[in-house]
């Protein structure tokens, strides 16, 4: 796979799919997407044809042998990743990017329920694993809150 430039990271589902794309140099998250396959598969084919991404890794469940045929046939080189485990990782990976504030942080993590779709996030601990390196995201806040 391309040593530079951005990258996509693909989630994949029946009904919906979690997708983010990378900076060129591959430090933080520019966009992050929950789409359905369909309007997916156009967003990833519009932004391999402006250039925006140079290859998809791809987590390997739910319907990732169609999609290894779909990006094939878009010509867009595909890295396929372990994506085990990856739905309780994006809800952590959710609360260490928008810490639990006022009276939630008083609860355990475990009782913690983020309050949105964590598909965009599953595809980012994807992305981070084949990385093997946090990315940041430019919807995230910048520092940490006081303890």
Do not use: F
């Not at 595809?123 to 520092?143: F, K």
């Amino acid at each position: 796979m391309n040593q530079s430039g951005p990258l996509a990271a693909l989630d994949p589902g029946r009904s919906k799919c979690g997708l983010v794309r990378t900076d060129g140099r591959r430090l933080q998250v520019e966009e992050a997407l929950i789409l359905p396959p369909e309007q997916c598969r156009d967003t990833l084919a519009a932004w391999h044809g402006q250039g925006l991404l140079v290859a998809v890794v791809l987590g390997d469940g739910t319907t990732s042998r169609s999609w290894c045929r779909t990006l094939a046939g878009l010509q867009i080189p595909t890295q396929l990743v372990d994506e085990w485990g990856t739905t309780l990782a994006a809800r952590e990976r959710y609360w260490q990017l928008w810490p639990a504030r006022g009276w939630r942080r008083l609860l355990p993590r475990g009782l913690r329920v983020p309050p949105r779709q964590l598909d965009d996030l599953a595809a980012q601990v994807v992305l981070e694993r084949w990385l093997q390196r946090p990315l940041t995201r430019s919807d995230a806040p910048r520092s940490e809150p006081a303890p």
